[in-house]
């Protein structure tokens, strides 16, 4: 049994492994730019603090990425079918959306009192990494909408 292409099968692949690689390195882009957002804001130098297995800082730091993968990926999935339009404004989205998330999680912390520096330079596991985490991931979400 034969299967019949179209004549611009290929090109369209090519096209749209082409088009997958840009977004990806645009959403590698924005996530390194988010955890160096989060590890600037926050007490403490996070990549150090995580590679010493220091438990909240792990909780903390995991949060804020996945929070920043929502407000990427939404700001990928929301973008213009035109290439070069969808990456510049995925782009763009995504940088907004970061700050915003970076602002909003400080707000958070500072209107619930944590004291995050304590929290994440401990040596032992606080609760209240669970609060700042869960501040992370649901105001990522929100962000997220937001951009849609």
Do not use: C
């Not at 749209?16 to 989060?38: D, K, T």
């Not at 150090?48 to 995991?62: D, K």
């Not at 619930?112 to 606080?126: L, P, Q």
Request: aromatic content about 8%.
């Amino acid at each position: 049994m034969l299967v019949a292409l179209s004549d611009t099968f290929g090109s369209d692949l090519a096209r749209g492994i082409g088009a997958i690689a840009l977004y990806a390195v645009v959403g590698l882009l924005l996530m390194l730019l988010g955890f160096y957002a989060i590890d600037f804001t926050t007490p403490g130098k996070l990549s150090e603090l995580v590679r010493r297995g220091l438990p909240n800082a792990v909780i903390i730091t995991s949060s804020g990425l996945v929070s920043m993968a929502f407000i990427i990926v939404i700001a990928i999935w929301t973008s213009s079918s035109n290439l070069a339009e969808g990456l510049i404004t995925s782009l763009v989205y995504g940088l907004i959306g970061i700050v915003a998330q970076v602002v909003a999680v400080r707000l958070l912390e500072w209107v619930t009192r944590i004291d995050v520096r304590n929290t994440v330079e401990s040596d032992k596991f606080a609760p209240a990494s669970f609060v700042v985490a869960a501040a992370h991931v649901a105001l990522g979400l929100v962000v997220a909408v937001a951009i849609s």
